[in-house]
């Protein structure tokens, strides 16, 4: 930041300020304008929007019981936002996060099943690896049909996506079943020694930590190293990244496989902190809302941190809206779907306004 | 041999019946997205445009005992998604594919939110006409029980191809696909053309989405799709932008659609769900044999971000 003092210094600041204010005001007002579009929907409908805000912040935020419930629905969100976001530095649009995270959890419930006996940390080490490799090899798997086959890995990683959460069925129906979970398959549960716990003092677990950590390393791996400086040289110009020398392919299949890898460990935890076995409850629609928060956060890693607070808040409210508004428990994928869509309108605004622009304000007036 | 006991002939006949009774949303969702494409966007949003025609349908025919009103409904809530979809899609910086996935979970999340009440009551189903009548055997009649919609989506896959061709539209569309700037020195108004390009295509994929509430499977639940919508887009690719490719690989996709539950039938239950998966593992296998990194796939239109 430059020196604060004298009149040169203060508008300085005041540039400094504004060219970074654009990439704050954009999203945020898009917000604003997604929930105000909402009310009017909701008014439509016959309820009251305060109402509908006021019982979205008691049940997301209002309080320290609230606070950690969204914390708790963060903490996979974090993850799944990643995998969308690394790609998209890599200009690839990779929306099917879902299906890492359920074989993720799978592969990590095997493991922990298997190595039954082991030392606790060996075998919560052994079904995070399990859980990344799985999700990092699905996910990888589109980098690389996409760089060495030229298939579009928006589609394809959504219908590996299904494929997955269909491999998990047959899985769990068949040859890694518990024949003691009757009425919802599930894989043997873990031992209580393998389940990852709190953080303490708090009703959340560790995948919070986790995940911000996840969070931070890739800010760190895009905007400070050589492989992220590559990456977003790609992302911008292929063919400029190539004259570069550029090794792209294998740029391309590290970032996706990586991303999947952090996506796989959303699955773990949810399978070593919650769940306790792998089960269809796995599918939760995590890496669906990924896609929205990794969109808001503009992709990036250190943005994806509150964004993913903030929607595991919406999403955290959704059973209060549903008993005090009397609405359906979709209100919330109502509200997700109109901030998506203003978020990506948003777009068209960047460069658009002389505020944002320090160069422009000379020529005023 | 019995009449009702046709033994593992009944699943060659299962998979052409279940091949026409499937792949009917199919054939309407990749026409309109064959429309969509040609004119050079995408529209990834229309998974979320055949659960809301779907929900839409039921929820008419419920309310009208009509089922044609339903279908009607339905195709006119696509347009509506389509229409907002060409619209967003024409200002800046504004990406097709990306506000494809958010209409996506937008159309699922008000099908939900407005199909809540509808999930209970039963609705009148569309017509079928029984081609099998000639025959005494039971699982003949079963898969030869055409639905009116299947026809008139065959029909039209014709009318298209021939109209891509021969008419004045279909040039309109096509010059507005390969080149934007080639459209404007003829006059053309591109963003108008995608616009009603995308609302043909999304009328169409809530005719598909009524398909599904109204006759297979014949009612209305949150699940009623699953990855149709974005299975057809695939397909487009596959059929290269090709009308009568997209009624061939539609029945194709039907038949691989229908390959589960036809073993099912003769007892076949080991690896249910991954016979299941069978058509979203034959997209992708399509996908990949199709895709070439070195080549522009042939018939691709130039404008398409997809290709690119």
Redesign the interface.
């Known amino acids: 930041m430059p020196a604060l003092f004298g009149a040169r210094g203060y508008s300085a600041a005041l540039e400094w300020i504004a060219r970074r204010a654009e990439a704050f005001v954009i999203p945020l007002a898009a917000l604003v304008v997604g929930m105000a579009l909402f009310s009017l929907f909701i008014l439509a409908v016959g309820k009251s929007p305060v109402l509908l805000y006021e019982t979205m912040w008691r049940g997301g935020f209002g309080s320290w019981f609230s606070v950690q419930n969204s914390l708790s629905r963060a903490a996979p969100l974090l993850l799944a936002a990643l995998c969308v976001a690394l790609p998209a530095r890599l200009g690839l649009?990779v929306?099917g996060g879902e299906g890492a995270i359920v074989l993720g959890g799978v592969a990590a419930a095997a493991i922990g099943v298997a190595l039954g006996g082991a030392p606790s940390s060996i075998v919560i080490l052994a079904m995070g690896v399990a859980g990344m490799a799985a999700g990092g090899i699905w996910i990888g798997a589109v980098g690389a049909?996409r760089?060495?086959?030229?298939?579009?890995e928006?589609?394809?990683s959504?219908?590996?996506a299904?494929?997955a959460i269909?491999?998990m069925?047959?899985l769990v129906?068949g040859p890694l079943r518990d024949p003691a979970s009757l009425n919802k398959p599930s894989t043997q549960p873990l031992a209580d020694i393998y389940r990852i716990g709190n953080i303490p003092g708090m009703d959340v677990h560790w995948g919070l930590v986790v995940g911000v950590i996840a969070c931070i390393l890739s800010w760190v791996l895009i905007e400070k190293t050589r492989w992220g400086f590559a990456a977003r040289i790609a992302g911008g110009n292929v063919r400029a990244a190539q004259v570069q020398g550029l090794a792209v392919g294998p740029l391309v299949v590290g970032f996706t496989a990586l991303s999947g890898g952090f996506a796989g460990l959303a699955g773990m935890l949810e399978v070593a902190a919650v769940q306790g076995s792998a089960n269809a409850s796995l599918a939760a629609g995590y890496g669906?809302t990924g896609?929205?928060v990794a969109?808001l956060a503009r992709h990036n890693p250190l943005a994806i941190i509150p964004v993913a607070i903030l929607l595991g808040g919406i999403d955290a409210s959704g059973g209060l809206i549903q008993r005090r508004l009397d609405?359906?428990?979709?209100?919330v994928?109502?509200l997700?779907?109109?901030i998506?869509?203003v978020?990506?309108?948003s777009?068209?605004f960047?460069g658009r306004f002389k505020a944002f622009n320090p160069d422009l304000w000379k020529r005023v007036g | 041999m019995d009449a009702t006991e046709i033994g593992l002939w009944g699943v060659p006949l299962a998979i052409l019946g279940g091949a026409i009774r499937v792949s009917t949303p199919f054939i309407f969702v990749s026409l309109g997205e064959a429309i969509t494409e040609r004119s050079g966007r995408i529209n990834?949003g229309l998974e979320g445009t055949l659960v809301f025609g779907a929900m839409t349908a039921y929820a008419v025919a419920v309310m009208t005992n009509s089922p044609w009103l339903g279908l009607l409904a339905a195709a006119f809530a696509g347009l509506c998604f389509g229409l907002f979809h060409g619209w967003?899609c024409k200002?800046?910086?504004?990406?097709d594919?990306?506000?494809g996935?958010?209409?996506m979970?937008?159309?699922?999340?008000?099908?939900?939110?407005f199909g809540?009440p509808f999930i209970k009551p039963k609705a009148p189903n569309l017509p079928a006409i029984p081609f099998g009548g000639w025959s005494d055997i039971p699982q003949v009649q079963a898969a030869l029980d055409v639905n009116v919609l299947f026809l008139i989506g065959a029909v039209l896959s014709v009318i298209l191809w021939w109209a891509f061709r021969n008419t004045r539209a279909g040039l309109i569309v096509r010059v507005v696909g390969d080149s934007s700037d080639a459209a404007r020195a003829m006059g053309l108004n591109p963003d108008t053309v995608r616009l009603l390009a995308t609302g043909v295509g999304g009328a169409l994929a809530g005719i598909g989405g009524a398909y599904l509430s109204l006759y297979y499977p014949g009612s209305w639940t949150e699940r009623i799709s699953?990855?149709q919508g974005?299975?057809a887009?695939?397909l487009v690719?596959f059929a290269r932008w090709n009308p009568l490719g997209c009624l061939a690989a539609a029945l194709l996709f039907g038949g691989a659609g229908a390959l589960g539950p036809a073993l099912q039938s003769v007892g076949v239950t080991q690896?249910?769900?991954?016979f299941?998966?069978a058509p979203?593992?034959l997209?992708?296998i399509i996908?990949?044999a199709t895709?070439?990194?070195t080549r522009t796939l042939a018939g691709a239109p130039g404008e398409l971000s997809?290709t690119k």
Not at chain 2, 105 to 113: E, I, K, R, T, V
């Open positions: 649009v929306i049909l760089y060495y086959r030229a298939v579009n928006t589609i394809s959504l219908l590996m299904y494929i269909a491999l069925n047959q129906e669906y896609i929205l969109f609405l359906p428990d979709a209100t994928l109502v997700q779907g109109m998506f869509v978020i990506l309108f777009e068209t960047y | 990834l967003i200002f800046p910086k504004v990406n594919i990306a506000i996935i958010a209409l979970l937008f159309g699922s999340g008000l099908a939900f939110f809540k699953s990855g974005l299975m887009v695939a690719i690896g249910y769900y991954l299941y998966a979203y593992i997209t992708l996908m990949i895709s070439s990194p997809i």
